[in-house]
Structures are given as structure tokens and as C-alpha cells.
């Protein structure tokens, strides 16, 4: 099989470099739910276990006791647990659906935290929800968004002033451009992405450890049980099994709420952030393993690529060659011909040398401007110099060109 025709089917089989991050970022998330899942069955299963003989127990224990049959304690059982759907607990507790719960609500609703502890139980809350629901969460996901912005930019104008004044006390610079350093350099310096995924982490543990430092004493919980609350309700996972600001009355009720409900907003804003810098690390992650999935097909395509960059080459006095079956061959290849040679070494070469070295140069021109106009896809095995970053979308688009690592000029 002649190369050219190996290198032909060899770029079919090349998926778009989007395609292929995506499917390996699918695969990757499957193999982490897997150990995920194994992970916690160990640890929690004999737990699990454990809690069902000890509730049987109770059971045998209680129906013996007052004389009552497990069908009568069990239906008294699902009564219970639908009056604790409906907000009902053995424990004095806040009213659900004044407004102040009303609003503890609706906030959980449009930050998707969604601890389940109240839900609507009559068909028009259900349908007010769903309404509700939708134009909350895009305004709440939007100044989220805006919210990265600004923290991004707050941090770069941060960074970059305190490294131009390290620089500036370094007496490393000439006397001349100490005065105006920042017009002669740091055009264009921005902020490594895990410095700030750094300082964004360190703010999440900061927020976490005070918010905990409060819950404890005011909540009754433990400090450990405090910030895994912090965390399940700052990332928006919100199980329910931990809610704060539920109780009937607390000292310094007002005070406790407001802060509860700023230490809510912060460390949501916060967690978000990170979340969304670590997506970036991820996704070059991603990038590198691309690079180096190198498969035979794609050192095929290497060797097949420089075999018809010789065949194609322009030596002074000679014109282009054609291929077995009489047709031009592609200007795809490196151009080595002694003539780039002499003209970079200042050598005289004739005009007819220079005239098929043009045509070569405008070839290659044309093809690249026809593919960016028609939207070639970029294979995971060219040289491209994207740097998989442009172009996003979301928190992505927003933190495109504003890191280091996003930056166009990679």
C-alpha cells in the first residue's frame, strides 16, 4: 500500500480533539464512580448492617414488651414516616412555611442545594416549583458566573500588583523604567491557575473551619460533623441529614440567621470557584493524556508525512513530481529543499526556484485558510497549538484567556 493512501485511511480514523477529551473524561468519571462506589460499600456496608440488627431488635423487643404485633408496629412506623415528610418531627422544631421558612426554602431552591427536609406537598406548590424553580436557578447559576468573573479579575489585579512590586525591590531594574514598570512589562501577565485554585481553597477551609466554629456550639454538633456539613451545603449537594437554623428557638436568633445565611453565600460563591478552577486542571490533565496516547495509526501518519515531505521537495532545476498514479502529490509535507536552504543562508537561486517554492508556500496557505473557513476538524493527533481552552462555554468561557493556563498564546 503506497503511504499516501496509508496516511488517508490512517486520518479517518482521527476523532475531533473536543470528541475525544470528552469520551475520555466520560471514561475516566465511570472508572471513578466504580472505585467510589467500592470505596464506600466497604466502609459503610458493615454499618449498615449493624443498624438493621439493632432496629430488629428493638422491634422484637418493643412488640413483646407491650403486646402489639409487628403488622400494627410497622403500620405505625409508615405513619410516622409520612408525618415526617410533612415536616412533623418528635422534636419542637421552627414552622416549616412561615415566611422566614418559607424563604429558608426558597433558597435552597435556587442555590440547587435541596437538603429535602420541606418540600411542597399540595399540587399547586408542586407546580409553582417547577416554574419557580426553572428562572431561579439560571439567575442564581448567572450570578455565579459574574461572581467567578469578578473573583478572577480581583485576584489577577492582586497577583500582578504584588509581583511588579517584587520585582520593583529587587533593584534588579534599570533606573530609567522604575518609575513606569508596569508600561515596559507584565503586558499581558496573568495569574497561574494554581496559585489561584491555591488561594481559592485556602478561602473555602477558612469559611468551612469559622461556619463550623458556629454551628457547633449553637447546632450541638460535633466540629467534624459541622464541617462535613459545611461542605455537602457549600458544594450544593445537600443530603439532609445535617440542616442548620431548624430548631424552635436559639440565643441570639436574629444574629444566628443572618449569619448562617452569609456564611450559606460565601462559602457557595467560594466552592463554586474552586470547583470550576479545578475543572481547568482537569481538563489539562485530559489534554496531556491526549498527547500521549501517540497509537501505531498515529506514528503511521508521522512516518507517511515526512515520507511525502521528501518525495515533494523542491531542489533547484527540478519541477514538481507526481505520484504513481499521475497526480500531484499534496503539499502537505515540511518543505526541506536545498533551496529553503541557499535562501536562508543568502546563496543567489534562480527565479524559476524561486517561483516553485512561492507556488508551494501559496498551496499551503490556501489549504490552511479553506479549513479554517470550512471548520477542519482538529485531530487529537496534529500539532495543533490549541490549547483546548477557547472557545468554552459557562464558567469555562468566562475564565478563557483570564489564567495563564487559558491563554491563547500557549
Not at 16 to 22: A, M, V
Not at 51 to 60: D, E, K, M, V
Not at 278 to 295: F, G, T
Not at 331 to 356: F, N, Q, V, W
Request: with cysteine; proline share 3%; charged share 15%.
Amino acid at each position: 500500500m503506497m503511504p499516501s493512501q496509508r496516511l488517508q485511511g490512517c486520518r479517518s480514523l482521527h476523532i475531533n480533539e473536543d470528541n475525544g477529551r470528552f469520551l475520555l473524561l466520560a471514561i475516566l468519571i465511570i472508572i471513578y464512580l466504580f472505585c467510589g462506589a467500592a470505596v464506600f460499600s466497604a466502609i459503610e456496608r458493615p454499618s449498615e448492617l449493624q443498624a438493621h440488627g439493632r432496629w430488629n431488635r428493638t422491634l422484637s423487643n418493643f412488640s413483646e414488651t407491650f403486646n402489639i404485633s409487628l403488622q400494627d408496629v410497622n403500620f405505625f412506623l409508615r405513619e410516622y414516616e409520612a408525618a415526617i415528610a410533612a415536616g412533623i418531627r418528635a422534636d419542637a422544631l421552627r414552622p416549616r412555611w412561615d415566611f422566614t421558612g418559607a424563604f429558608y426554602f426558597v433558597g435552597t431552591v435556587v442555590s440547587t442545594i435541596g437538603f429535602g427536609m420541606t418540600t411542597p406537598v399540595t399540587v399547586a406548590g408542586k407546580v409553582f416549583l417547577i416554574f419557580y424553580g426553572l428562572l431561579g436557578c439560571a439567575a442564581t447559576i448567572l450570578f455565579f458566573n459574574l461572581f467567578l468573573e469578578r473573583i478572577i479579575t480581583l485576584l489577577a489585579v492582586v497577583m500582578k500588583a504584588v509581583r511588579e512590586r517584587r520585582i520593583r525591590n529587587s533593584g534588579l531594574l534599570p533606573p530609567g523604567i522604575q518609575h513606569d514598570f508596569s508600561a515596559y512589562t507584565i503586558t499581558g501577565w496573568r495569574p497561574s491557575v494554581y496559585h489561584v485554585m491555591l488561594i481559592l481553597g485556602l478561602s473555602a477551609i477558612t469559611i468551612s473551619c469559622c461556619a463550623s466554629a458556629m454551628y457547633s456550639p449553637v447546632e450541638g454538633w460535633a466540629y467534624l460533623d459541622s464541617l462535613y456539613f459545611c461542605f455537602v451545603t457549600f458544594s450544593t449537594i445537600g443530603f439532609g441529614d445535617l440542616v442548620s437554623s431548624q430548631g424552635a428557638d436559639y440565643e441570639y436568633q436574629g444574629l444566628y440567621r443572618v449569619a448562617n445565611f452569609l456564611f450559606m453565600l460565601m462559602g457557595v460563591c467560594c466552592i463554586y470557584s474552586l470547583f470550576n478552577v479545578i475543572s481547568i486542571v482537569i481538563k489539562q490533565v485530559l489534554n496531556w493524556m491526549l498527547e500521549r496516547m501517540s497509537c501505531l495509526c498515529c506514528q503511521r501518519c508521522n512516518k507517511a508525512q515526512a515520507f511525502l515531505g521528501r518525495r515533494n521537495a523542491i531542489r533547484p532545476g527540478s519541477r514538481s513530481r507526481k505520484g504513481r498514479f499521475g497526480r500531484s502529490a499534496a503539499p502537505d509535507g515540511p518543505c526541506d529543499s536545498d533551496t529553503e536552504g541557499r535562501r536562508l543562508s543568502g546563496e543567489m537561486i534562480s527565479m524559476k526556484d524561486l517561483t516553485a517554492s512561492n507556488k508551494v508556500s501559496l498551496a499551503i496557505m490556501q489549504k490552511q485558510l479553506s479549513e479554517s473557513a470550512n471548520g477542519y476538524p482538529r485531530t487529537v493527533c496534529g500539532g495543533s497549538r490549541h490549547n483546548g481552552f477557547s472557545g468554552g462555554v459557562g464558567a469555562l468561557g468566562i475564565m478563557n484567556n483570564r489564567l495563564a493556563e487559558t491563554s491563547n498564546s500557549r
